[in-house]
């Protein structure tokens, strides 16, 4: 079946069974969480959450797709993997309300075994491990009984959008291409990544809107959502083993061939793998451009940058100098034109941008490739660390080929590869957070400069929100994009002005509250708020419909917010005020930050809090709370607030008037409990805190300490965490809660003697130093004064007045903390030597390192040994100069690895 014939067959068999054909959407996602459609339900989102109606329940698609960003990202396995893209299609059926897993499971089947014909006892459905319903439908679709339906968990059969939004179980149907693994011929299950088993659809049952938190709400009416790769099931029909051998790609590789004069059935490995990176981005660079994505440095324009450099590179690779990508990208065009007219329309774009893009590349490939050289091959040698260190390129060397010669991570991680190298990709990303960090200041600064001419003749702006939560409101200024604008609409982010406003303003430490604009015509949520001249400035994003200038809104601060930052502002004082009492006057406020969803106070300090200091404060605090005082605010001269001894902040600004908030009796001749200096939003009376709970101190500099409390809900929701693992415990270990510590101390005991008693069944210490000693002898010649001649002919004295031992061998031990405490003994009755114990634990080897302090001294580094040990395991390893530990792979390797570290304690005194 050609490719055309299986995406219209799909199309044809939903559109018989009442499903609407619904053309593809660009790749460009209009959802402010992805950069692109990564799945044909993306462009439904709206539609499942029951936020958008369309005028059909059923319908049917094949969406262009990228996978290039975010959770969903397959750029650094396209070449490698015969099987990943970044541009594919999605050939879709949703229901929206309409049908659920009693219909879609039974037209999966039909159309898999019926329109496609693929045999049914090739064909493996799986479902989420606690999906009975789907199990039962799967049981009498297949005539297997439901205990030989697979069920799968979370990771495997779980299906989300993204970091949020729609998801639910899914149910996945596995084909069987071989019949046995095609690694060790074995009856290898469908988990298996030995390509045997390839996955043709997925059929999600859209049930929830999962949020930023992690919580999944149920939507209003569960849908459908079954995606098929298309390119995948082309390789199925056409019985190919990878998607780049289908009628899909043929056509772009007898391109490639044309220009490189390498045919892909004789191309060697690495050939083959730049020819499938070169096919592969050209159609993700045709589609993205067509779809109006244009070279840039941020965002999407950076991926298609990316995209385009990657595949230049690997033309490279392939001996091509000059610019070629435009050619594949015709082929592209010419190939897919007639399903996506939008490619033939922008022919002349596509070519010319990518010609002109990869020219400007390759200009600076070569300098690029040669500065690397010159890093990592400073005198024409490539410079090595001791032990066989693997060589890596650091962070700001690959930030600046990035920064000056365009070479994004990946490529510089790629040309690494092939010389041996890796790259400090840590280090790449603090450097380039850096300097978008510079580059946000800059911006934001030139920002506020427009901003502030903006709003310059502005009158400052009405703050009626410690009476009020709502107030109607003109907006006085709309800024977007940079300047002033007469409106915006739907998805812009916007900065505006308004004439009165409940919204208080960040300052003082408390965040900025946090609402929405109503106004006629559309709607603003309000994320934050700041003072710039005097002036609120209020920024947000408009979420549905359109907004102008001068227009009158409703102003709705979040009452929930505001009054969990209310609850947590005067906890806040009545804790500054407990802290005096309890550690002195001098527990001055240093800083804090006040949300809704916490409280944090920074104060002078020179020593951490104990727990009795802790509890007192907490006590204090509390007491204050049940007796519900009133908080009271009066606004006086700033003299006589500071002559009634209210507590100011040492660097804060105060005008000629202050407002006080004053914590106690109402009493007019009653000493309160708390007086501040505070323009912040607070609780009437403290009972309104709830509940109070400090739950970490540390410092936070020179004798400054840091003090953070939850109130409210947020504290009796920090309490039910604490009082759940209390009762696990509690249950697990069968003690009362009065017992538990001392149950939990005398396990410690218990664990801690363990490994010392487990390494008592290990061989003599003794016996292991004496048969190093008389290897040592035998190898080396004993001078006089204890001197040892070794390997080289360098002489080293001896601590102890012995010769230095090394102790390499491999041992049975039960686990990881017994080869720790063997190695120890042998370290200690030895006094001078160099201790590599090998054991392998569960099927992987490890090794552990341990050096007295004097052959730490004489040059040798457990890191660097533990890192060259790792290596000849297959993995790694590292740790401190005394002591570190290696891993590996297989346990074969072992045995090898040992035999590596005697060398290497030969060739280092």
């Known amino acids: 079946m050609k490719s055309a014939e299986v995406r219209q067959t799909f199309l044809d068999f939903f559109e018989q069974r009442g499903h609407t054909v619904v053309p593809s959407s660009p790749v460009i996602s209009n959802d402010p969480t992805l950069l692109f459609v990564n799945a044909g339900m993306v462009p439904f989102k709206d539609v499942f959450l029951g936020k958008e109606q369309r005028s059909y329940t059923r319908a049917t698609s094949a969406q262009k797709c990228m996978r290039v960003s975010g959770k969903h990202n397959d750029l650094e396995e396209v070449g490698p993997s015969p099987q990943h893209h970044t541009f594919f299609e999605m050939l879709g059926n949703f229901s929206f309300g309409d049908y659920f897993k009693e219909e879609a499971l039974p037209f999966y089947w039909e159309l898999l075994t019926k329109e496609y014909d693929l045999p049914a006892d090739r064909l493996h459905p799986t479902v989420y491990e606690e999906d009975d319903e789907s199990a039962q439908i799967w049981s009498k679709l297949t005539g297997r009984p439901p205990d030989k339906i697979v069920r799968l968990g979370a990771d495997e059969n779980f299906w989300s959008m993204g970091e949020t939004g729609p998801c639910g179980p899914n149910s996945e149907v596995i084909f069987d291409r071989t019949g046995k693994c095609l690694r060790d011929g074995s009856a290898c299950f469908l988990t298996c990544d030995c390509n045997r088993w390839w996955e043709l659809g997925n059929n999600v049952f859209i049930q929830y809107d999962r949020a930023a938190d992690g919580t999944l709400t149920p939507l209003p009416k569960a849908g459908v959502d079954t995606g098929m790769g298309f390119e995948r099931m082309c390789a199925v029909l056409q019985d190919v083993p990878s ?502 101390q005398a396990l410690q005991e218990r664990a801690k003697e363990a490994p010392r008693q487990a390494a008592a069944d290990l061989p003599d210490p003794d016996e292991v130093i004496a048969r190093a000693r008389a290897q040592l002898s035998a190898a080396a010649k004993v001078e006089p004064k204890g001197q040892v001649i070794k390997p080289g002919g360098i002489q080293s004295e001896e601590a102890f007045g012995v010769p230095t031992l090394h102790i390499v061998d491999r041992v049975d031990a039960g686990d990881p903390d017994v080869l720790r405490a063997f190695g120890d003994q042998l370290r200690n009755r030895a006094k001078s030597a160099a201790v590599i114990l090998g054991a392998v634990f569960d099927g992987k080897p490890s090794i552990i390192i341990m050096l007295t302090p004097d052959q730490v001294e004489a040059g040798y580094h457990a890191g660097k040994l533990a890192k060259a040990l790792g290596k000849e395991m297959g993995a790694g390893g590292g740790g401190r100069p005394d002591v570190a530990t290696a891993g590996g792979r297989e346990p074969e390797s072992l045995d090898a690895a040992l035999a590596k570290a005697k060398d290497l304690l030969l060739q280092q005194v």
Request: glycine share 8%; hydrophobic share 40%; with cysteine.
């Open 243 to 744: 998607n780049y051998e289908t009628d899909v790609f043929t056509p772009l590789f007898e391109e490639i061939t044309s220009i490189t004069n390498v045919g892909y059935e004789e191309a060697s490995d690495e050939q083959k793998i730049a020819m499938r990176v070169l096919a592969d981005h050209a159609r993700a660079l045709s589609f993205l451009i067509a779809d109006g994505i244009m070279p840039s440095n941020e965002g999407r324009g950076y991926v298609l940058r990316r995209v385009l450099r990657r595949a230049s590179y690997h033309g490279r690779l392939l001996g091509l100098e000059e610019p070629f990508l435009s050619k594949i990208c015709s082929v592209v065009i010419d190939e897919m034109g007639s399903v996506y007219p939008e490619l033939r329309e922008a022919h002349d774009l596509i070519t010319t941008l990518v010609a002109d893009e990869e020219e400007r590349f390759l200009a600076t490939l070569e300098s690029g490739l040669n500065r690397l050289n010159q890093i990592i091959q400073p005198s024409g040698i490539a410079s090595e660390e001791a032990f066989g260190e693997a060589k890596v390129l650091s962070g700001e060397d690959a930030f600046r080929l990035y920064d000056t010669f365009g070479f994004p991570l990946d490529l510089t991680r790629k040309a690494l590869e092939d010389k041996g190298w890796t790259v400090d990709e840590a280090g790449f990303d603090s450097a380039l957070d850096e300097q978008r960090r510079r580059g946000r200041e800059a911006r934001a600064k030139e920002q506020d400069e427009a901003l502030m001419a903006a709003v310059r003749d502005l009158e400052a702006t009405s703050f009626i929100g410690y009476e009020s939560l709502t107030s109607e409101a003109n907006i006085s200024l709309l800024f977007a994009g940079g300047s002033a604008v007469d409106g915006v609409a739907e998805g812009d982010e916007v900065e505006l002005v308004l004439s009165t406003t409940p919204f208080y303003t960040e300052g003082g430490g408390q965040v900025g509250d946090c609402g929405r604009l109503v106004g006629p015509e559309g709607e603003i949520e309000i994320d934050a708020v700041r003072t710039l001249g005097g002036v609120s400035i209020h920024s947000g994003r408009v979420t549905s419909g359109s907004v102008a200038s001068g227009a009158s809104v409703s102003a709705q601060v979040d009452e929930d917010a505001r009054r969990a930052t209310m609850r947590n502002h005067t906890a806040t004082h009545l804790m500054h005020r407990a802290l005096r009492v309890v550690l002195g006057d001098q527990a001055k406020q240093a800083g804090s930050l006040v949300a809704p969803d916490r409280l944090r106070f920074d104060f002078l300090h020179g020593k951490p809090l104990t727990d009795d200091e802790l509890r007192e404060t907490e006590r204090l605090v509390r007491e204050q709370i049940v007796l519900n005082l009133p908080v009271q605010t009066n606004v006086m001269p700033l003299q006589d607030a500071l002559d009634m001894n209210a507590d100011a902040m040492f660097d804060e600004k105060y005008g000629e008037e202050a407002r006080v908030v004053s914590v106690g009796p109402a009493e007019s001749n009653a000493e309160p409990f708390s007086r501040e200096l505070c323009g912040g939003t607070h609780c009437h009376a403290t009972g309104e805190i709830g509940a109070f709970f400090i739950v970490e101190q540390h410092s936070v500099g020179a004798g400054v300490r840091r003090v953070e409390a939850v109130t409210g809900l947020n504290a009796f929701r920090w309490a039910d965490e604490q009082r759940r693992v209390v009762d696990q415990l509690t249950h697990e270990y069968n003690v009362p809660v009065a017992e538990l510590p001392a149950r939990l």
